[in-house]
């Protein structure tokens, strides 16, 4: 039984819904998000609310839950 | 003819009205800017007008046409005629004679003397470099602020001792853009600088922030610093703070 989440594109505003194993990883995520929009090659983040989410934790790990919204964010690398 | 009042004759008179800014301790503060610049301009002229006198800074490159729509000490008669640092320390210093600035040509990965910084505040243009002050920072307890843009999106994030760094909040997505300017350019340089969109209104909010926290530190307010990431989204005009966990994979906290 997979965990339903939404991930906000916080470029595009665009929501896509997830399917996620429990034993899936916050890089899955945030793998599977960028392969959907086609993103370039940047680097991304996954937030959830307040926190930025640790791309090696586990969903229960991240405390993902059913019907989480998460946000995939651009990490900006120019100076 | 009228006099000035006394507390006009006072530089930083306006500044120490705010209660918790020691302007002793933002004085004696040594400062090292890593990147000379869009963020490295901004970044210097808000330390100096905020009382910082000791900075160095550090850039390899030269000024190009494209730097000049968001530096703003950079002038049209600079490009392909200076160092970025050189000119950075130079105009600066004209903001207030007090100020001492040093100018270096050095990549982040030749610095040696990192215990001669207070502070650091990162305007990188590359996840390479910022890895690599990352580590140092930390490893000597050096207070890290990096600083980040990418169109209209910006990042600050404080590392600061015992807490999670910039390796911290990475992920694949982060080495495998490494890797790709890697085999771009060849060699591994330190400013390196990719094609990103960039303008000066979120350059300027971003480098403000940076410096603020510096202030803070400076000031004996770690207390009061962004835990750990202030996220801008110029276009919405929102920002978030993005609490980071230490991430135990992380090959700067071992064996802690
Ligand atoms: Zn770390």
């Known amino acids: 039984m997979g965990i339903?989440?939404?991930v906000r594109n916080a470029t595009l505003g665009a929501t896509l819904k997830m399917d996620i194993a429990p034993n899936e990883t916050v890089y899955d995520i945030i793998e599977?998000?960028?392969e959907f929009w086609k993103k370039d090659p940047k680097a991304y983040v996954l937030r959830k609310g307040k926190s930025l989410l640790t791309a090696t934790d586990t969903m229960m790990e991240?405390?993902?839950?059913?019907g989480d919204v998460l946000e995939l964010l651009p990490d900006p690398e120019g100076g | 003819m009228i006099s000035a009042k006394e507390y006009d004759k006072d530089r930083f008179d306006r500044s120490k009205r705010i209660e918790w800014?020691?302007?002793d301790g933002i004085r004696n503060a040594r400062c090292f800017v890593a990147g000379a610049g869009a963020l490295g301009n901004e970044v210097m002229k808000c330390l100096v007008l905020s009382g910082f006198r000791d900075i160095t800074?550090?850039?390899t490159d030269h000024v190009v046409l494209s730097n000049l729509n968001r530096c703003v000490f950079f002038k049209d008669g600079d490009v392909e005629n200076g160092m970025k640092s050189d000119i950075l320390a130079e105009r600066a210093s004209e903001l207030d004679r007090d100020v001492r600035i040093t100018a270096r040509h050095d990549k982040v990965q030749d610095i040696g003397d990192w215990n001669e910084f207070d502070v650091i505040l990162g305007c990188l243009d590359n996840i390479s470099a910022r890895l690599h002050v990352n580590a140092h920072a930390y490893y000597r307890d050096i207070p890290y602020i990096d600083g980040g843009t990418d169109g209209m999106m910006g990042k600050v994030q404080v590392v600061l001792p015992n807490g999670p760094c910039l390796r911290c909040a990475m992920n694949r997505t982060h080495y495998d853009v490494l890797v790709t300017r890697f085999s771009c350019t060849g060699k591994a340089s330190a400013f390196y600088i990719p094609k990103n969109a960039a303008e000066i209104t979120t350059t300027s909010t971003v480098?403000?922030?940076?410096?603020?926290?510096?202030m803070k530190i400076a000031s004996g307010c770690e207390g009061m610093c962004i835990?750990?990431?202030?996220?801008?989204?110029g276009i919405s005009g929102e920002t978030t703070i993005l609490n980071i966990k230490k991430d135990n994979m992380c090959e700067n906290h071992m064996g802690e």
């Open chain 2, 207 to 214: 480098a403000a922030m940076q410096v603020r926290e510096a």
């Open chain 1, 4 to 6: 339903h989440v939404s």
């Open chain 2, 227 to 233: 835990r750990d990431m202030a996220y801008y989204n």
């Open chain 2, 21 to 23: 800014i020691d302007m």
């Open chain 1, 62 to 66: 991240a405390n993902i839950m059913n």
């Open chain 2, 57 to 59: 800074v550090t850039d």
């Open chain 1, 32 to 34: 599977s998000a960028a």
